[in-house]
């Protein structure tokens, strides 16, 4: 069999997915060297720092890419560390579309802001920032799950929600916005802080999700202890100075209730499409209800309600309906909006969020995961909300 070329393996590999960056290592310029010799392929790789994350599971890919070239040698992988130059470059390459034009030239930082004593202004995309979900034209979807109250299992239901996506090969974002419960990342699995590129956070992925909590920031036990403003500009920096890019779903794990951050995240994110979560008790309903209520209010699409801890099933097949029955259908109806699913009471969902291996990782054929698959596919089918834009009105 003939040897490969160089230009068949520089291909191969070229087209590799940067694990962290979710993006090809040729496109973001990652790759350095290539040399083809008769008894193996010496490759130079970029990284943006010494220890950068996921190198293990990079070199498997770029061996696999490899192997599939008919006739090429063996791979003999070394990875570099890039200097400022080179990050500025790939900072600038992260904000191009796959395919795209160039990006604009990296400036300063500026956002919108709010007159003294006004409400904070919507996010958008800066000259420059690698979140293109921030681009009014943007295919992001961004989706927050809200409650009522606590305890009714509405991170449970954001981080399977989150997997189950992912597992149908979107692109998915999680934010975990409850930043005084903060328990997303335990939850997802999340065992490492963010990594950086200068003054980048690029979230981990983890379960192909990838996840951004303020638990990265403090420790397990400690409480986050700050006001509004505060809270404001830590979301505001997450979302606009991390890397989320252009994903097809952004999930925002809301806190509870109506208060500062919820109406802060319904101000600075006006595509936000809102999804209630409640049990069955009637009372829980009432209380969710003013949380779709306070959505509304803000002018954010309800798109559906998910009826969690809906019923347990008993060995012998048995459901036992322990928080009642009918709240969740109640309040799509006085919503007018869908039941988009049901959840069980399953001790895995419980299990697995101690674990950090969500219950739609750990049993995918179970129960529960065949509830969370049933809510991804009927999020999907509901489609984007409308936008309605002030500027557009019909003349008579």
């Not at 604009?104 to 979140?131: D, H, K, M, Y």
């Not at 606590?150 to 992912?166: C, E, F, H, Q, R």
């Not at 399953?346 to 179970?366: K, S």
Request: aromatic share 4%.
């Amino acid at each position: 069999m003939d040897q490969a070329s160089e230009d068949q393996v520089r291909r191969a590999l070229a087209a590799v997915e940067e694990p962290e960056l979710r993006r090809a290592v040729g496109e973001l310029g990652m790759l350095r060297q290539v040399e083809v010799h008769r008894r193996r392929v010496e490759v130079v790789l970029a990284v943006p720092q010494a220890r950068w994350p996921g190198l293990e599971e990079l070199a498997a890919r770029l061996e696999a890419a490899l192997a599939a070239v008919p006739g090429a040698p063996r791979l003999s992988l070394r990875f570099e560390a890039m200097d400022e130059a080179a990050r500025a470059e790939l900072r600038a390459a992260l904000a191009r579309p796959a395919g795209g034009e160039p990006a604009p030239v990296l400036g300063p930082r500026t956002r919108p802001q709010a007159p003294p004593g006004g409400a904070p202004q919507p996010l958008v995309q800066q000259p420059g920032s690698p979140n293109r979900y921030l681009d009014p034209g943007s295919r992001t979807r961004v989706i927050g799950i809200s409650s009522g109250k606590g305890g009714v299992g509405k991170s449970s239901v954001s981080v399977n929600l989150a997997v189950a996506l992912a597992a149908r090969g979107l692109d998915v974002g999680l934010l975990d916005a409850d930043v005084y419960g903060f328990s997303v990342p335990k939850m997802l699995g999340v065992r490492r802080p963010p990594s950086q590129i200068d003054d980048l956070l690029v979230p981990p992925v983890v379960h192909g999700v990838r996840c951004l909590s303020i638990g990265a920031f403090v420790d397990d036990d400690q409480p986050v202890v700050w006001r509004g403003p505060m809270l404001h500009k830590a979301l505001e920096q997450f979302l606009t100075e991390a890397y989320w890019g252009e994903p097809d779903v952004l999930l925002v794990d809301m806190p509870p209730g109506t208060g500062d951050v919820a109406l802060s995240l319904g101000q600075v994110l006006p595509r936000l499409e809102v999804l209630v979560v409640t049990t069955p008790q009637p009372a829980a309903q009432r209380v969710a209800q003013r949380s779709a209520i306070a959505a509304r209010t803000m002018k954010l699409a309800v798109r559906g309600v998910v009826e969690n801890l809906s019923w347990f099933t008993a060995d012998d097949g048995t459901r036992y309906e322990l928080f009642g029955r009918g709240g969740g259908q109640q309040l799509a109806d006085e919503l007018k909006v869908p039941l988009l699913a049901q959840i069980p009471l399953v001790p895995a969902i419980r299990e697995g969020a101690d674990e950090g291996v969500p219950v739609r990782v750990a049993a995918p054929a179970g129960e529960a995961a065949q509830a969370f698959d049933a809510l991804a596919e009927a999020v999907l089918a509901l489609g984007p909300a409308r936008r309605y834009r002030s500027e557009l009105q019909v003349r008579t």
